[in-house]
């Protein structure tokens, strides 16, 4: 599996419960791409590591939502299994500060 263009859209954000999150887009291209196999997702790290989430459906301008509506994209997102050989986002998850949530909520 070839991944996309290393430009990419790269989001930290601080969920309601205080974990900080990266999300961005994955592009897979492969020539030989098996029909049903998803091409793109929303992905989602916790800055420790521990914790993966993968959206399929992936909003158009999901990079510019606040970070409430992007937090709820990421609680909507499927659990991934962790792997010690998965990548991380370019540059990994320490590339971005994270924002905090509008306190209002």
Known sequence: MVLGPARMALRSFVSRDGTTWTAWQVRAESP???PGTPTEWLAF?????????????????????PDDRL??????????TLLANRHSPPGGVQAQEPTKLDSRE
Do not use: K
Not at 48 to 63: A, C, F, I, K, S
Not at 71 to 80: Q, Y
């Open 32 to 34: 030989a791409s098996i």
């Open 45 to 65: 790290q916790s800055a420790d590591g521990t914790e993966r989430r993968r959206l399929l459906e992936v909003p158009n301008g999901w990079d510019q939502l």
């Open 71 to 80: 937090d709820l994209l990421r609680r909507m997102a499927e659990p991934v």
